[in-house]
């Protein structure tokens, strides 16, 4: 099978490659929905084309607004956003973004958002042989809207069902990202499994809240929001980890990434892949940065491949 | 637009009164390439707490390399920029965002409230700079709420030839009032262009104003912000009709009739 975008490995150069169903990546590091706008804006401060995969800001059917101001706060280690996924819309997206976006040459990967599984499925359809979409990432996860996204990503029922929808209608690998708002992760990460979905990333932000006790009210204007950052990694690391016990196909770790370091832990736990999210916004090579360490990782462990890392986590030590 | 994120080194700490604190900081890269209005973010700390940078105006930026910021300490990420020493590493990224509009054949005045006159001083040099005729009829009014804000930066001003006015909330220093009372007496000729930057109440009265008295006028606006750069679409501002614009991308400085003013 061809890896897309290969440069490895050539002699001496580390096997970076990983597996998303049938999409393959340079290496292991995308970028996380709603973190890295549509890439141009970091154009200036990083080697766009040295990312695994690049996964845009979340489209919907109809462009939408977002939610008014404060959307954002910070916490410890972390912040809370509500920007209630404001977005152009996707046929605006097709014709505006995706052709800066294709001729990065590197795997686009759209993350999308509906009110129904209708709007789930039309937006695949639209998205379905535009040049440069390598994959459907798809959100039944965003805290920060009232319809869809919660209601989806906490019923395996419904959540299986949104991606049974939309696997019928594309050809190319489905990605489906999970909330961590749930009380069984496995049971959400089976269920879509067995929808059809090629993939799993997880995790999408915790519902947070955060109050000035001056002025006596929430810090955000839509009292709740979505926790991330390094403060909410132990959480993704056991979600990830707990996924990876129960499901078959490729999971894709995201929560609080900044570092190699990070990434690597991700994938003991049983990732094939990571996002790095709110990183981006604190130094905007660090996804690049995610990638060098892990090269230097291979080499220095004079791995054969970055592959050997999924999963490898040792148990043999409990007793 | 180039963009640079640069480590930079302090080389210049000054406490300017209690609260208020200039920084001065080597980097070459983003003074090459920055314009008045535009800002920075400045990473407070190392580690993953406070975790988002700091945003602030340009206060200065020369040729030989360095750029200033003047700021507040109001929280932990000011307090720990303030705590700085010369010869420290900060990480900066910039120059960021939209830079005000400088016509050299009109007459200008500049109006800066509270930590607003930060901006307020890489303008009027700018300003003064590109002007080959009189700047006669230019003026800059700075206003504080002690003499602690205004005072120290005065003499930075008075160096750039523009006529500079000053007043505090409280009359320790310069006239009593606030800065629209002193815009508003200031009979301006009918091609001003007005430049405000200072809390929302401040420039809202003034661009109501400026409306008024059909004055061209420019505005630097915060808001909160994380990445500063078009990413997170955090710094949303209302602009009427449900519709937003982003202050990191769109501004921070806006044509104030773009703006919607609650008053
Ligand atoms: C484009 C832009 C330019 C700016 N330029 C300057 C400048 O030149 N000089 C200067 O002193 N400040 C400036 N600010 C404001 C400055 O960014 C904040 O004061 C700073 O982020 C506070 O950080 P902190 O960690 O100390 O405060 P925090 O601990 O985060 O918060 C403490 C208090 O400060 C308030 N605060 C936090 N962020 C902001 C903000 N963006 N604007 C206003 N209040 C805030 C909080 O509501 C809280 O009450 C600018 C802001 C923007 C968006
Ligand atoms: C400002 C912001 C906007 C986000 N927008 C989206 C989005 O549109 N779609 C989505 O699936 N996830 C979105 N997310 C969630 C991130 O992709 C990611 O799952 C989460 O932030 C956790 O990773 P992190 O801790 O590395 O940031 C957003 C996160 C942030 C901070
Ligand atoms: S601060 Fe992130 S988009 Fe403006």
Known sequence: MEFVNTRGPESGEPDLRVKIGSLELANPVMTASGTFGYASEFEELMNLQKLGAVIVKGISLEPRPGNPPPRIVETACGMLNAIGLQNVGVDRFITEKMPYLHGLNVPVIVNILGGSIEEYREITKRLEGVPG?????????????????????????????????????????????????????????????????DSISL?????????DLKKKRPELANVIGGLS???????????????????????????????????????????????????????????????????????????????EMIGGLRLDWIR | MPQYQEKTIVTRVEHLSDENVRLTLKAPQIASACKPGQFVMIRAALGKDPLLRRPFSIHQADSSGHIQVYFKIVGRGTDLLAHLKVGEEVSVLGPLGKAFTIDKDRPVCL?????????????????????????????????????????????????????????????????????????????????????????????????????????????????????????????????????????????????????????
């Open chain 1, 133 to 197: 979409v390598a994959g459907i990432e798809v959100n039944i996860s965003c805290p920060n809207v009232k319809e869809g996204g919660v209601a989806f990503g906490g019923d395996p029922k419904m959540a299986a069902a949104v991606t049974t929808a939309v696997k019928e209608v594309c050809s190319v690998p489905v990605i489906v990202k999970l909330s961590p708002n749930v009380t069984d992760i496995k049971e959400m990460a089976y269920a879509v499994q067995e929808g059809g979905a």
């Open chain 1, 229 to 307: 950052g390094p403060a909410i990694k132990p959480v993704a690391l056991r979600m990830v980890f707990d996924a990876s016990q129960v499901v078959s196909i490729p999971l894709i770790g995201i929560g609080g990434i900044e570092s190699a370091e990070d990434a690597l832990e991700f994938m003991l736990a049983g990732a094939s892949a990571v996002q790095v999210g709110t990183a981006n916004f604190v130094n905007p090579r660090a996804s690049e940065d995610v990638v060098d360490g892990i090269r230097e990782y291979v080499l220095e462990e004079k791995l054969d491949s970055v592959r």
């Open chain 1, 203 to 211: 995790i999408n932000t915790l519902i947070g809240m955060a109050i």
């Open chain 2, 111 to 263: 109006v800066g409230g509270g930590l607003g006159i930060a901006p307020m001083l890489y303008l009027a040099k700018e300003i003064s700079r590109s002007k080959t005729g009189s700047t006669n009829g230019d003026l800059v009014i700075l206003g504080g709420r002690t003499k602690g804000e205004v005072e120290p930066v005065m003499a930075d001003f008075d160096e750039i030839g523009i006529r500079t006015l000053a007043t505090t909330d409280d009359g320790s220093y310069g006239t009593k009032g606030f800065v629209t009372e002193l815009l508003k007496s200031s009979d301006l000729p009918a091609n001003t262009q007005v430049y405000a930057c200072g809390p929302e109440p401040m420039m809202g009265a003034v661009s109501l104003w400026c409306e008024e008295q059909k004055l061209a006028c420019q505005v630097s606006v915060e808001s909160v912000m994380a990445c500063g750069m078009g990413a997170c679409l955090g710094c949303s501002r209302p602009v009427g009709d449900g519709k937003y614009v982003h202050v990191c991308l769109d501004g921070p400085v806006f044509d104030a009739r773009e703006l919607k003013w609650n008053s």
